[in-house]
């Protein structure tokens, strides 16, 4: 049974950083596309960032070169550092896995099945 766990939400200022983390438990054997994805208050839910088997992935325009999406398979845990934060960045951030089919592991909220409770950012 898939189970995604975030942490590592807050409050902070506008330039200060934090790391969220989400706790991973996949299914052996299949290969699986990551991402971040988040929802601002009284707005949809948007991508942030997306990482594959291979590392390969992509990032929303508005956090590109101040996000970073990382995992640690030994950990069982996937990272999003956020630098630079900005007020437009306060939202409830979700984890969430899909299955990796060997195209490129796109933001869209459709391609990914199973989702965490998330974790309240904001700035």
């Known amino acids: 049974d898939v189970q995604l766990v975030e942490s590592g939400g807050g409050s902070v200022h506008s330039g200060e950083s934090l790391r969220l983390s989400c706790a991973l438990r996949?299914?052996?054997?299949?290969?699986?596309?990551l991402g971040w994805f988040r929802q601002p208050p009284g707005q949809d839910r948007e991508g942030v960032a997306s990482?594959?088997?291979?590392?390969?992935?992509s990032y929303a325009s508005s956090v590109k070169g101040r996000f970073t999406i990382s995992r640690d398979l030994a950990k069982k845990t996937l990272y999003l550092q956020m630098d630079s934060l900005k007020p437009e960045d306060t939202a409830m951030y979700y984890c969430?896995?899909?299955?990796?089919?060997?195209?490129?592991?796109?933001?869209?909220?459709?391609?990914?099945?199973?989702w965490g409770q998330g974790t309240q950012v904001t700035v």
């Open positions: 996949l299914n052996p054997g299949s290969r699986y596309c």
């Open positions: 990482i594959g088997t291979h590392a390969g992935g």
């Open positions: 969430a896995a899909g299955i990796d089919d060997g195209s490129w592991c796109t933001i869209a909220a459709y391609e990914y099945r199973h």
